[in-house]
Nanobody
Framework: VQLQASGGGLVQAGDSLRLSCAAS????????VAWFRQASGKEREFVAA????????IYADSVKGRFTISRDVAEITVYLQMNSLQLKDTAVYYC??????????????????WGQGTQVTVSS
């Protein structure tokens, strides 16, 4: 499995961005694709996840209501629409794929495949 993240950039607070995560290979219903982010000097943190089946969609509290995760099964691509961006959203965003059980879906260890990351910088 190879994951290619794209769509990052430099924006102002309040702006929007859409990240894309293109996955190679087939999709499996129970497989989840997640977005994590890592700000400078901080640990990688969970942002959102969706299973290819669409049965599970989960968000971190810090982005709920502002970010939307979606998937295009035909294109094997997962998107992260980020609205009302804030300074605290500045980070490198990574997409990851795995088959975590529900209790592990927010954890880094639940995912075995990772993309290369895309930088999102929000300025005031």
């Amino acid at each position: 499995v190879q994951l290619q993240a794209s769509g990052g950039g430099l924006v102002q607070a309040g702006d929007s961005l859409r990240l894309s995560c293109a996955a190679s290979g087939r999709t499996f219903g129970n497989t989840a694709v997640a977005w994590f982010r890592q700000a400078s000097g901080k640990e990688r943190e969970f942002v959102a996840a969706v299973r290819w089946s669409g049965a599970t969609i989960i968000y971190a509290d810090s982005v709920k209501g502002r970010f939307t995760i979606s998937r295009d099964v035909a294109e094997i691509t997962v998107y992260l629409q980020m609205n009302s961006l804030q300074l605290k959203d500045t980070a490198v965003y990574y997409c990851a794929e795995g088959r975590p059980i529900l209790s592990e879906i927010r954890r880094v260890r639940g995912y075995g495949y990772w993309g290369q990351g895309t930088q999102v910088t929000v300025s005031s």
